[in-house]
């Protein structure tokens, strides 16, 4: 924890964001894998990953845990409503389309939470970081060239309420700086659950899944899940939103990688240039803002003398 308190405020938000976006890279793929019916899969990772994010708000807090969630007050009302969206969104666009519609669509949320921070926050963010989202838009676009004419538009919608509802996450969490809202996660969970579980209950098969979707399902909702978004909801309270959803790219490329490996599918080279061209960029990007970071930090270790000298004199 010494380690990581002596990084700079942005090294520490690009490695919690950076963090969150790789353990969560599995999860398109597992949602595949358990192979459950829509409501069930809700209901599944709505219950298990309340009961996640509440483990790990107590592990956080201990006593302090009931202030922590009054500190979020009403925006951590509305982070967990638009989460909520965000994760049916998410499901049901890999239920009903491709995973390369679903993972395309999603690479807008950056560029959405770019324009919300421009509108609502006034943060002006600088052309390079407007240049690393359209390059990083280009190379999804390639990895789902291939899967475009394959779904349905009502996947297609679902990945675009996904996209819109955690851009506009992002952007809440940036207006109340300093509030961590990740506890509030245990609700988004909760109304997850719960709003599945009645049509779950409501359908005509609701038998319980077998012991190896079921590991399939405690591994993603109780485990991966939490750990994984805890760390990107912190994100915001490091970096811009705009940012934040740039880095979960991440997810999209490190995900997809992991469907061609597991389900044995191909890969046209198209859609590993444009894999090559996402990480590629944010490599660049970040070992750029690595080198301004230092350029700057030196900048004031020199005018630190000179200002003490003067002040001596004086």
């Known amino acids: 924890m010494s380690r990581f308190n002596n990084l700079s405020h942005r090294q520490q938000g690009l490695l919690l964001t950076g963090g969150g976006a790789i353990i969560m890279a599995p999860d398109a793929l597992l949602i595949k894998v358990a192979d459950l ?5 809700l209901m599944w990772r709505g219950f298990l990953s309340a009961l996640g994010f ?33 994760s049916c969104g998410f499901v049901l666009g890999n239920q009903y389309t491709k995973a390369g519609n679903v993972l395309m669509i999603l690479a807008s949320a ?12 006034k943060e002006r963010l600088p052309g390079r970081t407007w240049l ?11 990895i789902a060239l291939d899967d475009v004419g394959a779904g349905s538009w009502v996947g297609n919608a679902f990945a675009l309420m996904a996209a819109s509802t955690l851009a506009i996450n992002f952007t809440l969490c940036r207006m109340r ?3 961590d809202m990740s506890p509030m996660l245990v609700f988004n969970g909760i109304i997850v659950g719960s709003v599945a579980g009645l049509f779950w209950l409501a359908g005509s098969d609701t038998t319980l899944p077998s012991v190896n979707q ?16 805890t760390l990107l909801q912190r994100g915001p309270l490091y970096l811009p939103s705009a940012e934040v959803g740039l880095l979960l790219l991440l997810e999209v490329v490190l995900g997809t990688l992991l469907a061609w490996w597991v389900l044995k599918e191909q890969p046209a ?20 803002e690595r080198r301004l970071e230092l350029r700057q930090r030196a900048a004031l270790q020199l005018d630190s003398p000179i200002t003490a000298g003067r002040s001596s004199a004086l």
Do not use: N, Q
């Not at 690393?132 to 390639?142: D, H, K, P, R, Y």
């Not at 399902?217 to 978004?229: K, M, Q, S, Y």
């Open 54 to 86: 509440l483990l790990i708000a107590l592990m956080r807090y201990g006593r302090g845990t009931l202030a922590a969630y009054r500190r979020c007050g009403w925006t951590g009302i509305a982070v967990a409503l638009l989460f909520s969206l965000t």
């Open 37 to 41: 019916p829509d409501a069930e899969i």
């Open 269 to 288: 080279p198209v859609a590993l240039l444009g894999g090559g061209l996402v990480l590629g960029t944010l490599l660049a990007k970040g070992l750029y």
């Open 214 to 229: 079921l590991s399939v399902v405690v591994l993603l909702c109780l485990i991966i899940l939490p750990c994984g978004v």
């Open 110 to 121: 950056p560029l959405i939470a770019a324009v919300l921070s421009w509108i609502i926050l």
């Open 132 to 142: 690393a989202i359209s390059l990083c838009m280009v190379g999804i676009t390639m």
């Open 177 to 179: 700086p300093g509030v």
